[in-house]
């Protein structure tokens, strides 16, 4: 396993990260193997969310029986709309010490707001923050599905003033082209977005970076309306050829061009088997060549 950095959050961070928001489709026994697992492969981090309810239960379960939670790291989203807004210093505190109580845990490495709401300024976003900071409840936070325009401002605003600022973007990137979003509020980023994190070298945390299974050839209605295009199954192509010729799978590939990049990345990876760990975290200890990664992409 492969580790990063972040600013402002003095720990190394796995390159693969276990999502959790499918440990309710599993039988206790087969969650706490897959954690085990990743564990047991040099993983650390956990992305979970307010949103995913009772899977934080089963994460919190698994690490009152396994581990100390002082030596892994929690990327914990909130403030998630729930059909109206919940972008507020209320809301985000609430979330937080509700993801804690899930968890059994008291504190919290790296809190992602699940969404934004560009009506509120970012100048009280950027200070609420580092109030929940000051008084102990997070360390460093970022943003999922933001635009480059905010977080930029975000961290515009905070240099200006002395303020801590945005540690970490947490949109979808995927090698698949995204022709329709997964869900409503979330979002793909772009070339464009790219060359920016590229810039600014502010590290990417990407949910989906296997595109759900696209490149697994896995049939699925909503993940083909999402990535399914004629692009799509081209990068597909090359990503078997180039698998083929390194012993890996066209899935590994993708997943190997998320954490090429030219910027920091993690990958966020839906861990439900013991076979999931290996694939994934595999994948770390490959490299592609600055070409590679533009053929995959471009052919």
Known sequence: MKYGRIPHLNKDISKIVCGTDWLMGCTPSESFAALDAFVEAGGNCFDTAHCYGPNSNILGAWLKL???????????????????????????RIDILENHDRLGIDHTDLYVFHRDNPSVPIEEVVDWMNDLIK???????????????RLAA??????????????????????????????DGCLTIDEAGRKWHEESQLALFSW??????????????????SYDSEVSRQRRERAKELGAKYGLSATQIALAWVLNQPFPTFA???????????????????????????????G
């Open 208 to 225: 989906s970076s296997a595109a759900r299974g696209y490149f697994a050839e896995i049939n699925d209605e909503h993940m083909l309306a």
């Open 66 to 92: 396994r581990h100390n939670a002082s030596k892994l790291v929690f990327l914990n989203k909130g403030n998630h709309p729930y059909g109206s807004p919940r972008f507020s210093a209320e809301f985000t």
């Open 268 to 298: 966020l990876c839906g861990l439900r088997k013991k076979s999931d760990v290996e694939e994934n975290c595999k994948v770390t200890e490959f490299t592609l060549t600055r070409e590679e990664v533009l053929y995959l992409e471009k």
């Open 135 to 149: 008084v102990g409840y997070i360390t460093a936070y970022g943003g999922s599905n933001w635009s480059i325009e």
């Open 154 to 183: 975000g961290n515009a605003y905070a240099a200006k003033t002395g303020k801590q600022g945005f540690s970490v973007n947490n949109p979808n990137l995927t090698l698949a082209e995204n022709v329709k979003p997964l869900w």
